[in-house]
């Protein structure tokens, strides 16, 4: 009967997540959002949004007229990647900035390749997001050899790589994200109550989101009892086993925390199939169109963003000055705000990412 449930839960829930990734996946496949660091290596910076709704840039009218930009992204097939890739090319058609998006689809020899070609086919600038962060040195040190800018954005490649090759890095702060939900936790639940955390500690920001969170809780920690901990690994199926299982040996569970949106929906479907659904709340971050929906349809309480439109125009900008001579770019790493999305914007925004 159990597996059986199991079944429906994931066929109702796969419909919903077909083309998503969430911004944090397999350390060296899928997004890392910010990270708390001791700046030892690089400078960091906290920003707010900076998008500008018009998609303009403010760069001079003909300057980037004749300018070649490259996208080498880690895959094309889910949301979260290809809204970047969207970004990109929308900002680069509006200042006539010719444009490529290169997509190894997860493989690491594919993306060295294509960062051998970007190399050597005279691109102004290039915007990666690694399939493997310790994997493409070589394929940093050509491109940076070439005299190409290089602005790494989601995944953040190794410090090192950091250091000695990018120009930039943009990503969201994921400690940030994972606190304002920690602080919806304890508003909602000012007594305090049992929770469980569906984790994924191979991955950076997914640990920076957990930490956020638990430190969101602030002075109401105390209160709240961690009855599980369990690698979820980003992903709906797994997340929805531990989760069913996390229920039945919990019947007084009151929430989960899920570091990412497919996780968090594994955890929804568990809840539907055990008949717990109004007895448990699911707090998730990337509000990503289906965990926006998920939080209209009441299966989520709260969701904190990933921004990864902004991450793409933030970079896009900064690319353009430096390549003016506007900018001389000197924070190493960048980390742009997170927020909980709300009703209203869930319903404004429901297709698309921030």
């Given at each position: ?10 066929g ?17 496949q ?5 990270s708390k ?8 910076v906290?920003?707010s ?12 009218e003909g ?14 097939n ?5 809204s970047?890739?969207?970004?990109l090319?929308?900002?680069c058609?509006?200042?006539?900035i ?15 390749s294509q960062?051998s070609?970007?190399a050597?086919?005279g ?8 399939v ?5 040195t070589a394929?940093?040190?050509?491109i940076k ?9 989601d995944?953040?490649?190794i ?5 000695s ?8 702060n ?5 606190e ?7 508003k909602d639940?000012?007594d305090?109550g ?9 991955n ?27 690698d ?5 199926d ?9 229920i ?6 009151d ?17 539907k199939g055990?008949?717990?659904t109004?007895?448990?709340s ?13 939080l209209?349809d ?27 001579g ?6 190493k790493?960048?980390?742009l705000?997170?927020?909980?999305v709300?009703e ?8 698309n990412w921030?």
């Amino acid at each position: 009967m159990r597996k059986m449930k199991k079944i429906l839960a994931v066929g109702a829930c796969f419909c919903m997540l077909i083309g998503v990734l969430s911004g944090c996946g397999n350390n060296s496949q899928t997004g890392n959002g910010g990270s708390k660091e001791d700046g030892n290596v690089t400078e960091e910076v906290n920003v707010s949004e900076q998008a500008d709704a018009s998609g303009e840039t403010g760069a001079p009218e003909g300057n980037s007229s004749d300018l070649s930009f490259a996208f080498c992204t880690n895959t094309l097939n889910n949301t979260f990647q290809s809204s970047i890739d969207g970004k990109l090319k929308e900002l680069c058609d509006a200042n006539g900035i010719s444009y490529t998006c290169l997509d190894p689809d997860y493989d690491l020899n594919t993306q060295l390749s294509q960062l051998s070609d970007v190399a050597v086919s005279g691109y102004d600038a290039v915007f990666i997001i690694p399939v493997d962060s310790a994997g493409i040195t070589a394929g940093l040190a050509e491109i940076k050899d070439a005299g190409i800018p290089i602005f790494n954005v989601d995944t953040a490649v190794i410090d090192e790589d950091i250091d000695s090759f990018a120009t930039l890095f943009v990503g969201t702060n994921a400690y940030m994200a994972g606190e304002l939900v920690g602080e919806q936790m304890a508003k909602d639940y000012p007594d305090g109550g049992k929770i469980a955390v569906l984790d994924f500690p191979s991955n950076e920001s997914c640990v920076d989101r957990v930490n956020g969170f638990l430190a969101g809780l602030g002075d109401n920690s105390s209160k709240f009892e961690i009855v599980a901990q369990q690698d979820g690994k980003a992903a709906l199926d797994e997340s929805l086993v531990l989760a069913e299982d996390i229920i039945i040996a919990n019947p007084e569970l009151d929430a989960f925390f899920c570091i990412n949106d497919p996780s968090a929906l594994g955890a929804a479907a568990a809840i539907k199939g055990e008949n717990k659904t109004g007895e448990i709340s699911v707090y998730s971050i990337d509000a990503s169109p289906e965990g926006k929906q998920a939080l209209l349809d009441g299966e989520f309480t709260a969701v904190a963003a990933q921004v990864p439109l902004q991450m793409a125009e933030y970079s896009f900008n900064e690319a353009i000055k430096l390549l003016n001579g506007e900018s001389n770019i000197t924070e190493k790493k960048v980390y742009l705000d997170s927020h909980l999305v709300l009703e209203e914007e869930a319903k404004e925004t429901l297709s698309n990412w921030q």
